[in-house]
């Protein structure tokens, strides 16, 4: 199976700050790579499909990057409702893997 | 626009079974592949199983294969877990999701399915 190592697990910022999460996969997956946000309580919420293209109606602040096995996703101009947990997907290969999350909090 | 409404879950005894559903509606349910995806307690994401358009193929997560099974009846427009031999591991909010074809675009709610004793 494909492993999906985010880093950092935890990470904390200031409302207005620009951060970077990164997610490693074992392998090769060329750029079947997903990221979601999921805040406390809720469903995850889809954001980023094909390692950079934006899903319809995710504003602009977000983007990703990478291929092969080293992505980026990338949060400009924090606001208040951006603190969330982060999570990038692989869908190369079944069986899918997840990365075990990186939770975005208000320092 | 696209909503997802899982049904179907509580609290189940280890070994015993539980199907769940999820209805589907403003998409053409038949065009697209089905995810379940589930998250224990305090827990990351989880996928467990996927299923495409026509049924035609099906792909599980290790830790569930041989115990659940994926299904679909796109008259209906609804999506099946059949879950067997529960475990106390198998405790989680379980989420349908819409495939795009397969990354995910959509998810339902979800649903918390809890094995206990």
């Known amino acids: 199976d494909i492993q999906m190592t985010q880093s950092p697990s935890s990470l904390s910022a200031s409302v207005g700050d620009r951060v970077t999460i990164t997610c490693r996969a074992s392998?090769?997956?060329?750029?079947?790579l997903a990221w979601f946000q999921q805040k406390a309580g809720k469903a995850p919420k889809s954001l980023i499909f094909a390692a950079s293209s934006l899903q319809n109606g995710v504003p602009s602040k977000f983007s990703g990057s990478g291929s092969e096995t080293n992505f980026t996703l990338t949060i400009s101009s924090l606001q208040p409702e951006d603190f969330a947990t982060y999570f990038c997907l692989q869908y190369n290969t079944y069986p899918i893997t997840f990365g075990q999350g990186t939770r975005l909090e208000i320092k | 626009q696209v909503q997802l409404v899982e049904s179907g879950g509580g609290v189940v005894q280890p070994g015993r079974s539980l199907r769940l559903s999820c209805a589907a509606s403003g998409f053409t349910f038949s065009n697209y592949g089905m995810h379940w995806v589930r998250q224990a307690p305090g827990k990351g994401l989880e996928w467990v199983a996927i299923i495409s358009h026509d049924e035609s193929n099906k792909y599980y997560a290790d830790s569930v294969k041989g115990r659940f099974t994926i299904s679909r009846d796109n008259s209906k427009r609804i999506l099946y877990l059949q879950m067997n031999s529960l475990r106390a591991e198998d405790t989680a909010v379980y989420y349908c999701a819409k495939g795009a074809p397969v990354y995910i675009d959509h998810w339902g709610q979800g649903i918390l399915v809890t094995v206990s004793s």
């Open positions: 392998q090769v997956i060329d750029n079947y």
